[in-house]
């Protein structure tokens, strides 16, 4: 299993000492069949009151902490090692009674996935609907055949476009620009697969970059999809690099909404005014040195990062 290490650094700048509220951070990704932690650290300036952990909704890690002094620097830096193993989807594998669309969950798990099946956005026009269908065969179709044409038809000809504000486009958006961001493309192909019955997760981690490939979004936290297939369990499927199964995913949290997994959330006090900037970066390295950095910067207060009063 290779050993991929991430640090993610995100600074918060103000023009004079503000305060700090409790901060929430998802940033420590559980052990799984293809992942597990080996080494995690927080690194909070000017640092931190109290630091405790608990499990969301989902079983997610959610990291608190407090920051008692007054400054006019945040910087908080998540660092963690892990062993990574991809595992790749096999038709084999899959459930006998699941291995054509369309096919029945069976009635143990139907309520528990029940939420994650319900689509979020309103298909008014049934632009959504429309696209959904061209990868539906008559009679049956393949399950692993048609997710893994939907995960390659958004990499082949939709166009990434870097975005940093917080948030989402809707499907719709996206599918008249033909292009988005990670989030926007996630956020298509779970509305797309809900709409025919699957169970479907927003994913948000890392991606590594191996030396002499070329991946969309580095650099940053990543989003993708995770699929609930009988007899395979949660599969990974990355539209916007078109890759099938876990391969390069360093997986943080699943959830079923996206605005459930902010990975920075907190509060400061002072006036609208003192805040300044703020940057991330982020560093993935892998065993033999490779890396994929790319830093981001922002001259407006993050989704999360709310002022809570002056």
């Not at 989902?58 to 407090?66: I, K, R």
Request: include cysteine; glycine fraction near 10%; proline fraction near 6%.
């Amino acid at each position: 299993m290779p050993v991929l290490s991430v640090e993610h650094t995100t600074v918060y700048r103000y023009r004079r000492p503000v305060g700090f509220g409790e901060h929430r951070l998802l940033g420590r990704p559980r052990d799984t069949v293809d992942q597990r932690l080996i080494e995690w650290s927080l690194d909070v300036t000017p640092g931190e009151d109290r630091l405790r952990h608990t499990l969301d909704a989902f079983g997610n890690v959610v990291t608190h902490f407090s920051v008692g002094t007054r400054a006019r620097e945040l910087r908080v830096v998540n660092r963690m090692t892990v062993d990574h193993r991809a595992v790749v989807p096999v038709v084999g594998e899959v459930a006998s009674y699941a291995r054509a669309w369309p096919f029945n969950y069976d009635a143990g798990d139907v309520p528990d996935l029940a939420r994650l099946r319900e689509p979020l956005s309103d298909d008014a026009d049934h632009a959504l609907a429309r696209w959904t269908r061209r990868f539906l065969k008559p009679g049956e179709t393949g399950t692993l055949e048609l997710l893994a044409a939907m995960t390659r038809a958004i990499h082949d000809e939709f166009s990434y476009r870097a975005r940093f504000e917080e948030g989402t486009q809707s499907p719709s958006r996206t599918l008249v620009l033909c292009s988005g961001t990670c989030r926007d493309f996630a956020v298509l192909m779970i509305e797309a697969v809900r709409a025919l019955g699957f169970a479907a997760r927003f994913v948000t981690g890392y991606l590594h970059t191996p030396r002499g490939e070329h991946h969309h979004g580095g650099g940053a936290t990543h989003a993708w999809v995770e699929v609930f297939v009988p007899g395979l369990g949660w599969v990974d499927f990355d539209p916007t690099n078109g890759i099938l199964g876990s391969h390069d995913l360093i997986r943080v949290a699943s959830v079923r909404d996206w605005r459930q997994a902010v990975p920075l959330a907190g509060t400061w006090t002072g006036f609208p005014a003192d805040f300044e900037s703020m940057d991330v970066s982020v560093v993935v390295r892998n065993g033999s040195g490779g890396t994929d950095a790319r830093p981001r910067h922002r001259d407006e207060p993050p989704e999360g990062h709310v002022r809570a009063e002056a």
